[in-house]
C-alpha cells in the first residue's frame, strides 16, 4: 500500500498570499488530520476530517481551514499568510483506530 | 484538558545502553496514549501505543512502554541503543476514539544521540 502522500515537498510564500497544501491518504484511511510543526512550538493540532465532515478543530485562526473531499483526499488552505505561519505541515491517515500514518510533510515558509 | 510532558529535551547514550525517554501524562479520563519517531526530514511514524489493554506495551524497534496510572508516566525504553535510534521522540496523548476522535496532544520531543 502507498503511504500518505504531501504535495508539495516544499514551498515558498510571501505575507499576505494564501496557500494549498494537499494530502492523499492511505487507500481506505477516511480520517485525515493536519499538524503544524514549529520550532517554538511544536506539534500542534490543526483540525481532523472524516467521511468529508470536520471532526475536531485545534486552536487556530480562521485563515486555516481545511476540506476532505469524497475520496478521502484532503487539503488545508491558509489566507493572509503571516512569517509565523512557517512550520512543517504534516497530515496523517487513519483506518479510525487511534493509529495515525504520517506523511513526510509539506514545508512552507513565508518571507 | 490534557497534556504531556517529556522530560529532556536532549538525552545522550553509548551504543548498546539502556534508552530511558521520560513522559508524564494529564487526563481526566482514562488515556491513550503513544510514542512516535521523527526521523530528520521525515514525517513521523507511530512505534507503539497504549489503550489499556496491557500495561506493558511492546512496539517497533525493540522498544516497549509500561503504563503506570500511580505515576501518571508512560516511559520508553530499550534495553540497548543502535545507532540506527538517534531521532527525535514524541509522546502523545488522546482521550479515546469515542468523542475525541484522532486529536492528538503532543509533547515537546526529545532528541536521542546515540554515541560510539
Known amino acids: 500500500k502507498a503511504g500518505v502522500t504531501q504535495t508539495p515537498r516544499y514551498l515558498i510564500k510571501t505575507r499576505g498570499q494564501q496557500v494549498t497544501l494537499s494530502c492523499s491518504p492511505i487507500?481506505?484511511?477516511?480520517?485525515v488530520s493536519w499538524y503544524q510543526q514549529t520550532p517554538g512550538q511544536g506539534l500542534q493540532f490543526l483540525f481532523e476530517y472524516f467521511s468529508e465532515t470536520q471532526r475536531n478543530k485545534g486552536n487556530f485562526p480562521g485563515r486555516f481551514s481545511g476540506r476532505q473531499f469524497s475520496n478521502s483526499r484532503s487539503e488545508m488552505n491558509v489566507s493572509t499568510l503571516e512569517l509565523g505561519d512557517s512550520a512543517l505541515y504534516l497530515c496523517?491517515?487513519?483506518?479510525?483506530?487511534?493509529?495515525?500514518?504520517f506523511g513526510s510533510g509539506t514545508q512552507l515558509s513565508v518571507l | 484538558a490534557q497534556s504531556v510532558t517529556q522530560l529532556g529535551s536532549h538525552v545522550s547514550v553509548s551504543e548498546g545502553a539502556l534508552v530511558l525517554l521520560r513522559c508524564n501524562y494529564s487526563?481526566?479520563?482514562?488515556?491513550?496514549l503513544f510514542w512516535y519517531v521523527q526521523y530528520p526530514n521525515q514525517g513521523l511514524q507511530l512505534l507503539l501505543k497504549y489503550t489499556s489493554a496491557a500495561t506493558l506495551v511492546k512496539g517497533i524497534n525493540g522498544f516497549e512502554a509500561e503504563f503506570k496510572k500511580s505515576e501518571t508516566s508512560f516511559h520508553l525504553t530499550k534495553p540497548s541503543a543502535h545507532m540506527s535510534d538517534a531521532a527525535e521522540y514524541f509522546c502523545a496523548v488522546s482521550d479515546g476514539f469515542t468523542g475525541g476522535g484522532n486529536k492528538l496532544t503532543f509533547g515537546t520531543g526529545t532528541q536521542l544521540k546515540v554515541e560510539l
Open positions: 487526563s481526566s479520563v482514562p488515556p491513550y
Open positions: 496523517a491517515s487513519s483506518p479510525d483506530s487511534q493509529k495515525l500514518f
Open positions: 487507500s481506505g484511511h477516511r480520517s
